[in-house]
């Protein structure tokens, strides 16, 4: 399956009523596991984030299509 | 004061109980006529409920405050017979529109689907508001508006409410069975009463201006990251009636409220984002910081908060006037049944509850936006600027970019007061729903859904052909809006046809309501005074609904 741009955020047994809801769920979850860390732990945090998440996904052809996304336009 | 404006100065009266010298018991006072007040008060009033309404002023809302009113609102406004002057005189909007620096990342429609009556937002300045406000409540003979009321005490006597009143004429006392708190944010009664309103201020400032200007830029909402003329901070653009244009500054915490408005301050920020040609004039300045907080509960015995006595949100997403006067739509069906003792007073707890829930979406959604909008921390800014870069480019970021996301009425799914439901349906009008508006025709006339439903309990019965229904099932239906609790049942039907006598018919024209409501023959609504749904079956079932009826009005 190819890079996922579209909206894809969702929990299970939760409906919306609002198609902004989900995602703002998942931005509020993400802002909050930063709550009280200093710059460096943010840092060191992400970092952790972005590997559990790469091996969750799994297809390199995946993640090189994220990281060449993430690094465009700089 | 203002150029485009003139503030209505309105008369004081002496009250009866001044004039009589002695005290009355009233069934309904209201406290403050801001709009969250005067709707309560219309509402009850043109119900025909006996209700005194106290203000310690003599206008209108001063200065800058509410613009946005939302589709919601207007429904309610329309059902308070106020709709109309709103929409005529505000400028009415569906389309915002975000920038990250120099361009444009991300556009809304606020309303994607065609078929509705009111459109996604009005702006209006909260005075003319309130001024159409008072006029309507001015034609209500059951209202009794009362300016130069301030209300200096209040205390709960077993089954009445004292308040102790100052006029220029002195002090008076007014006894009240029921008290509706509508004193705003600074709620007097709150604090006499010793009760808490819990929450946090958001630490930052904003530079609120009111400018009169001509321009032709279309009727929408633009809001700004970071622009080139305000770096580093936020601003938004609104079009409200005459000509004048509300413009919101971010300015961080550690600006001087004082500098900030001074004009030789103001208007250096506007020309930059203007364009030195532009010609405009300050209507109003302000600096502002915002809260977020709620009480704990809506009900405390016989006094029930509304509005910003009750809540405070940011204005990011204009939801404080929107959603205090969708608690007075929630409570005065509730309250007028407990007065005429149609139902315990047990009901108005529901009305904390389900506003309670309502403000707990609204201060989430608020606090969001705040959080997105103003970034705490370098992650959260970090962040913040990645989703707006790949906003561009990407569907899923724009659906992250979060520059306030207006108010909408809240589904009350929990609620005490639904029936759950017996059988599947798809789409979003489940028990709890705020209604979706369709196009309907009736008698020769087109007319819209919620222009013709609510004020009282209705049932719509969806049958085939209304010419076909029989004389045992049209009684059923008559009787019921005979009995203590009126339930009016209307047929709706997919094509016009004579119905027996005393039942109306709604044709669904255009096949809307059957698509919305996933509506088919036999299917059968339970709808609420306040235009939510209570219940709904796939067949009509007499028993189904009496008992559906009497959880809606904790009658069970
Ligand atoms: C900059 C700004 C922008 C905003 N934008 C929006 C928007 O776009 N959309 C929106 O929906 N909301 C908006 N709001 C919020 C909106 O203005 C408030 O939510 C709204 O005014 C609340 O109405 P209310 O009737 O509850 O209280 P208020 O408007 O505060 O009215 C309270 C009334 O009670 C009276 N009163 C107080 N104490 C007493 C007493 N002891 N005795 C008698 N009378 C008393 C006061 O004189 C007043 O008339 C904005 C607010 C600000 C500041």
Redesign the interface.
């Known amino acids: 399956m190819p890079l ?5 955020f969702h929990e299970a047994g939760t ?1 919306y ?4 809801s989900p ?2 769920d ?3 979850a ?2 909050e596991t ?1 709550r009280d ?1 200093s ?1 460096e732990q ?2 060191l945090v ?1 970092a952790k984030l972005i590997l559990l998440l790469a091996n969750h996904i799994g297809d390199l052809a995946v993640l090189r299509e994220a990281m060449r ?1 993430a690094r465009a ?1 700089l | 004061m203002l150029s485009t404006y003139r503030y209505p100065k309105f008369e004081y009266r002496p009250a009866p109980e001044q004039l009589a010298g002695r005290t009355q018991r009233h069934p309904v006072v209201i406290v403050g006529a801001g709009p969250v007040g005067l709707a309560a008060a219309i509402d009850l009033a043109q119900s025909g409920q006996p209700v005194v309404l106290l203000d310690d002023d003599d206008t209108v809302s001063v200065g800058s405050r509410g613009v946005c009113y939302a589709k919601r609102t207007l429904e309610i406004l329309d059902r308070l017979g106020l709709g109309e002057p709103c929409v005529t005189k505000g400028v009415s909007w569906n389309v915002g529109r975000t920038f990250f620096r120099e361009e444009e990342v991300y556009n809304f429609n606020l309303r994607p689907q065609e078929g509705h009556k009111r459109p996604g937002m009005v702006n209006l300045q909260q005075y003319y508001l309130e001024e159409f406000e008072i006029t309507r409540a001015r034609q209500l003979p059951a209202l009794d508006i009362r300016f130069r009321n301030k209300v200096v005490s209040v205390a709960q006597d077993g089954d009445k409410v004292i308040l102790q009143v100052e006029t220029p004429d002195g002090i008076y006392a007014l006894e009240a069975d029921w008290l509706v708190a509508a004193d705003g944010a600074r709620s007097g009664i709150r604090r006499m009463l010793h009760l808490d309103v819990e929450g946090k201020i958001f630490k930052d400032r904003f530079l609120i201006a009111d400018v009169v200007m001509k321009a032709d830029y279309p009727p929408e909402r633009w809001f700004w990251f970071d622009p080139p003329f305000h770096r580093n901070q936020s601003v938004l653009l609104h079009h409200q009636a005459d000509n004048v244009w509300r413009i919101d500054f971010q300015l961080g915490w550690d600006a001087d409220p004082e500098e900030e408005k001074k004009p030789e301050n103001v208007i250096p920020r506007i020309k930059a984002m203007l364009g030195d040609e532009r010609e405009f004039e300050l209507e109003w300045v302000s600096v502002y910081t915002f809260q977020c907080r709620r009480m704990h509960s809506f009900r405390h015995d016989r006094v029930l908060f509304v509005g910003d006595a009750a809540h405070q949100v940011s204005p990011f997403g204009a939801r404080g006037a929107n959603s205090g006067i969708q608690d007075t739509d929630n409570l005065c069906w509730k309250l007028k049944l407990v007065i005429d003792g149609q139902a315990p007073a047990t009901l108005l707890d529901s009305y904390s509850d389900e506003r309670v829930f309502a403000a707990d979406e609204n201060l989430m959604n608020s606090t969001r936006s705040t959080d997105f909008i103003t970034p705490k921390t370098k992650t959260s800014l970090t962040f913040r600027n990645a989703v707006l870069e790949l906003a561009r480019d990407n569907p899923f970021a724009r659906a992250l970019v979060n520059s306030g996301r207006l108010s909408v009425p809240t589904f009350l799914t929990g609620s005490v007061l639904n029936t759950p439901d017996s059988a599947d349906f798809a789409g979003d009008m489940i028990p709890g729903a705020p209604m979706d508006d369709a196009p309907m025709h009736e008698d020769g006339s087109d007319f819209w859904l919620l222009d013709r439903v609510g004020n009282g309990f209705m049932a719509l019965v969806h049958v085939a052909d209304p010419a076909r229904l029989d004389g045992e099932t049209a009684a059923r239906f008559r009787a019921l809006a005979a009995a203590p609790i009126p339930v009016e049942v209307v047929l709706v039907a997919p094509v016009a046809g004579p119905a027996p006598a005393g039942l109306r018919v709604f044709v669904d024209r255009a096949g809307r309501y059957a698509e919305r409501y996933d509506s088919q023959t036999g299917t059968t609504y339970l709808l609420r005074p306040d235009q939510h749904v209570a219940a709904r079956w796939r067949n009509f079932d007499a028993a189904a609904l009496q008992a559906a009826l009497a959880r809606a009005t904790c009658n069970c």
């Open positions: 996922t741009l579209q909206p894809n409906r009523f609002r198609p902004f995602g703002d998942f931005y509020e993400l802002i930063h860390l710059d943010s840092d992400n996304l336009r």
